[in-house]
């Protein structure tokens, strides 16, 4: 069945009436309002964990801004939390899981069947839903499986990964037995977000780019690939559900990206994306790829930016527009509200089919 | 005049007796005779500014491994320091120039000229030179315009890089005119270097790959081509003087790199070297590529790592083996010498010319 919402079928690379935008994080620290419900919540992660907060911020944006699809308010790390993983968020720190995950043993303790402690999350797609009604369809996601092995083997963010690389070059059998669990655990959790009403999901792997090319295909990408052959493709609507996959540094990787099987590849903003779309060739659709970055501008050069990609990707179908990566805290609303009024106002009578 | 050592004419792409290797951040943390040398300086910049301490960091590893090149031991931001800016490193916080650049009055009152007033960088290299000797080539360096600028608008490290983009989008001209000013800059500083006897030059271009491509060629590369062209290419002693590129992050730009007329083309391990190679078609010298990170691993592994990147390259002159990015602080002493021995123990005969 051919849905009807112009994000979803440009996922799908149908015909739409224009190109649909959403953004990467559009629910977060740069809005007021976002701020206040945090406020209310407690904390970052307090605020994850209700259901009618992390509802209400998930439909902040697209209320202010109309955005054309929706996110789920949540945070990556909640599967190994629910593998059995203390979480905590240090004030200015970021995510702190300890103790990490080293050993075999370490390994071997983890909890399988994270999906169904997540009951949470499965709360807020419903209120979200509710919230959103028919005009505006609901991304869920999940981390990829490398990127969540890089907190839990790091015990948090990190700046050299030095601990899981070591672990990649001295014991890969463990770091391949840590990614399995990972895998199952993540293909279990996303379909559990599409049967309780997730119209697309998004696969992040956000540190697939600090490995070369030959160890990004074998400790990224493959679980990657399970994890797509994985997915329920058919939502309990009927409608198709497409799976976007978002790796960050990885233009050197594009056209394995593009053979997994996804939908939908995300670009950050260091590859063209009119060579990317001639390298695609209508395999997949690609979302993407502003430079954050531009946001710090002002709302005419955000308007210009935003008319260059759209005119690098040209008449074609199958462009979701989005930023090449998260939205910062730094930038404002205004500037949010330019881009989106730039991206839905582009005049596509204006390119040269 | 050809040059004797394997390193300078493996830069040049001529033929060596095996493959030269040095380390990128080789003088570093993870050596405790560089730790002692440090505590007697007091602080970082006190030992960069000490020639006699720089120079015995410098020989360090030289004396430890048997490296095929030294590097002087310095820091980047001796230009802006220079320029007359404020700097300092606070305790595990990365450097700080504050006040920041960020208005045309702050450019214009950067002064000229910085090289005359970088002495202490010359009697290191006076030092460093009389210590090796003629068996080991001295590499000068110097960050790239464009890294240079980020710290200088930024006030220090970023994670986002939201002031300088800011500028570049919004104020492309101001950009240009600290771009420019610090083009002039390095090109006379590296040459003040060649003077006093440095004999190859490195372009650190550590922030290039946060740039999309476009603003990549406009804002990093075009000043890097201007100081390469600017740069005396024959020292003192009548010998060539190689100049290295390196960017990280910068794979997909690999080919504006190689136009540039610079000897070398530095790799981060995120670029397969083979394709390199062949991309490269004796145009420029590789130098590269393994991930740092493999150090974490055990010498056993280490020598498997590093044998796949000599293999990888092949049987074809012009490679100067490295990491693809600095050796880290938490690698130990015993891991970097079974590299150096992995690769200058490496039987060439076992590659199929």
Redesign the interface.
Known sequence: MEPRHRFLRACLGLETDRTPIWIMRQAGRYLPEYMETRRQAGDFLALCKNPELAARVTLQPIERFGLDAAILFSDILVIPEAMGMPLRFGVGEGPILDPPVRSAQDIANLRGNPEERLEYVYNAIRLIREGLGETTPLIGFSGSPWTLATYMVEGGSSK????I??M???RPDLLQDLLDRLAEAVTGYLNAQIRHGVQAVQIFDTWG?I?????FLQFSLESMKKIVKGLDRVGPDGQRVPVILFAK?C??HLESMIATGCDVVGLD????IDAARRQAGGRVALQGNM????L???PG?IRQ?AEKVLRAYGPHSGHVFNL?HGV?P??TPESVAALVEAVQGFDRGSLIP
């Open positions: 050299h990964f030095s601990r690389k070591g990649l070059y001295d780019g490995l070369g090319h030959d160890v540094g233009g050197t903003w260091t590859t063209p430079d954050p970055a531009v710090q501008a002002s050069r930016e090449g910062t730094d930038c």
